[in-house]
């Protein structure tokens, strides 16, 4: 069991722009006080799945960001058929198009690093921490189509930072389920 304090904020709004849609910006921000074990650190979201997750960095792998403080934006904007409208049998379908980028900043501090172990219970060496998003935002834009059959979601998605990184996927094409009325 461990004793720690962790302050959380989250700012979220959204701006209508008619015809063209509208658009959702959420900014968040993480500080963990305490030194602790990873797993109950900051754990940004990767999504390893076919699965398109509006709430995950969806080619970042699990684990590959850990940190004790960060900062974090998302812009969405979903176009409520603006463009696909312009084409017959696109409007008589429904489909909408959307697209999307966010970015993450944080850091680790050394005390927390120093207590990731170096071996695993078995004895293999353990990946070392990537901490690089002290020095540069991790970045992933999105667009797709939504509303396909009322519920299915296609998105293509770009890793535009951290390509080197073990492991790194640049593109991804997922699939989800999104409802809109």
């Known amino acids: 069991s461990f004793n720690y304090n ?6 979220e709004k959204g701006l209508s722009f008619g015809y063209w849609g509208h658009t959702n910006f959420t900014v968040a921000g993480t500080k963990i006080f305490e030194t602790l074990p990873y797993p109950i650190l900051e754990v940004q979201r990767g999504n390893q799945s076919f699965f398109y997750s509006s709430s995950a960095y969806n080619l970042v792998n699990y684990f590959e960001f850990v940190t004790d403080q960060s900062v974090s934006i998302k812009a969405e904007h979903h176009f409520n058929g603006a463009l696909l409208n312009r084409i017959p049998l696109m ?3 429904k489909w909408r198009e959307f697209a999307e980028g966010r970015a993450m900043m944080g850091s680790l501090s050394q005390n927390n690093i120093n207590m990731i172990p170096i071996l695993d219970n078995i004895g293999n060496v353990v990946s070392p921490v990537n901490n690089l998003i002290n020095k540069e935002p991790y970045v992933e834009v999105a667009y797709g189509l939504e509303n396909i059959f009322k ?4 998105a293509a998605v770009h890793r535009l930072t951290h390509l080197n990184n073990p492991g790194a996927r640049r593109f991804g094409v997922k699939f989800g389920f999104s409802v809109s009325f």
């Open 6 to 11: 962790r302050v959380t904020a989250t700012i």
């Open 91 to 93: 409007k008589k379908l």
């Open 151 to 154: 519920i299915l979601q296609v």
